[in-house]
Each structure stands twice: as structure tokens, then as C-alpha cells.
């Protein structure tokens, strides 16, 4: 039985990817004065957004971020929590489950972000980009919540929608399971397949 189920946010615990990319269009408009596919957006969801506004070549990523920071706000009423997380957080609490946090939003974000929809109690550890000199898909992030909350990694899974997930899971030694509700690729390597949130009941259940 796993002891931990850590969580990635975006795509894994909320619907955000319409506010993001909405919001990441007006700031490319504004920086590179072009449109992009959606295609060639969606690789830099899932790692903080410095490193992804560098990845699209934007030359003054500084403030290019505050101003993503800025409309990503405009857009606050496309967030929503998955159907079943709520749910399912409670019964993991209930069932002695320690719940972690691990995602690629700094803290300024994710107190925007996520605070506001009255999840950030469930969770015993949570870890923000700022946290670590290192990010996913580097295991720094699932390393420092293994020593907050002092599990060995056979104790935690890792729940994500993302190959930068992952890679981080695999890179830190703990299992991964694919939030597949949230991801936009169905593919990405994984240990676990998860249709719906409360399967992750039944994972805890099992020997990993």
C-alpha cells in the first residue's frame, strides 16, 4: 500500500489548460507578433512558465511571465477542479493517506491559482518551482517532498498528466501513474493508468 499520493496540479487536479494557453497567445502576440498552434504550445505545459517562454523564444522572459501572470487572471472562470478530486482527496485523508503536492507553478502562482478552490487543506506537503534549484523533469521537486515528509520513495506515487511527470517520478525512484482525465497525451510512460480519480483508492489498496 502506498503511504503518499503526491499530485501535480495543472491537468492532474484542475482544468486549467484553456485559461493557460488563452492567456499564453496574448502574451506571444504581444512579444513575437505571431500566432501559435495550439501543437507547438502544449510541449512547454507542465514546466514553469520561465522555462517554457524561453523554449518559444520569447527574448525578454521576465516580462513576458508578468504579463502571463496578468491575463492568465482574465481568464480565472475557465479553471475548474476535475470532476471526483474533491471526492476522492477526502476518502485518501480518511483512509491515513499523506497527500503531497508537487507542481511547476511558483508559490505566487499556485496561491493564486489553486488556493482560491478551497483544496490546499487535503495536502501535508507541497512543493512550488521555487522550492528546488532544480525543476520537473529533474527529481529535485519529488526529492525535497520525500524529505519533508520523510517517506521512502517506495512509499509515494506520483500523479501527473505530463511527460515531465514522468521523467521526474522515474528520475526520483517512485512509481508514476497517468492522470488520464487531464492528459493530452495518453502515451506517456507510466506505471499506473488512471481513468478516474478514485481509482487511486483501489492503487492504495495494492502492494506496489
Keep these: 500500500m502506498f503511504k503518499c499520493v503526491a499530485f501535480d496540479v495543472d491537468g492532474t487536479l484542475i482544468d486549467s489548460k484553456e485559461a493557460i494557453l488563452a492567456s499564453l497567445r496574448e502574451v506571444l502576440r504581444e512579444e513575437l507578433g505571431r500566432e501559435f498552434p495550439e501543437e507547438e504550445l502544449v510541449p512547454v505545459l507542465g514546466i514553469p512558465g520561465a522555462r517554457g517562454l524561453a523554449r518559444l523564444g520569447v527574448p ?115 512509481k508514476f501513474a497517468l492522470a488520464l482525465w487531464g492528459t493530452l497525451n495518453p502515451a506517456v510512460p507510466c506505471d499506473y493508468r488512471v481513468q478516474h480519480p478514485s481509482d487511486l483508492l483501489r492503487l492504495c489498496r495494492t502492494t506496489p
Excluded at 491575463?71 to 479553471?79: A, F, G, K, N, P
Excluded at 507541497?126 to 520525500?146: E, G, S
Design 60 to 174: 525578454d522572459v521576465p516580462a513576458a511571465l508578468a504579463k502571463w501572470d496578468a491575463y492568465v487572471r482574465q481568464y480565472d472562470h475557465l479553471i475548474t477542479v476535475f470532476p471526483g478530486i474533491e471526492e476522492t482527496l477526502t476518502a485518501l485523508r480518511e483512509a491515513g493517506v499523506t497527500l503531497g503536492l508537487v507542481t511547476s507553478k511558483t508559490r505566487v502562482e499556485f496561491d493564486h491559482d489553486f488556493r482560491r478552490l478551497g483544496l490546499t487543506d487535503y495536502f501535508n506537503a507541497i512543493v512550488c518551482a521555487d522550492d528546488t534549484p532544480r525543476h520537473k523533469p529533474d527529481p529535485d521537486p519529488i526529492l525535497k517532498l520525500l524529505a519533508d515528509t520523510g517517506l521512502h520513495p517506495t512509499d509515494v506515487v506520483y500523479v501527473g498528466d505530463t511527460v515531465y511527470d514522468s521523467r521526474c517520478a522515474r528520475a526520483a525512484g517512485v
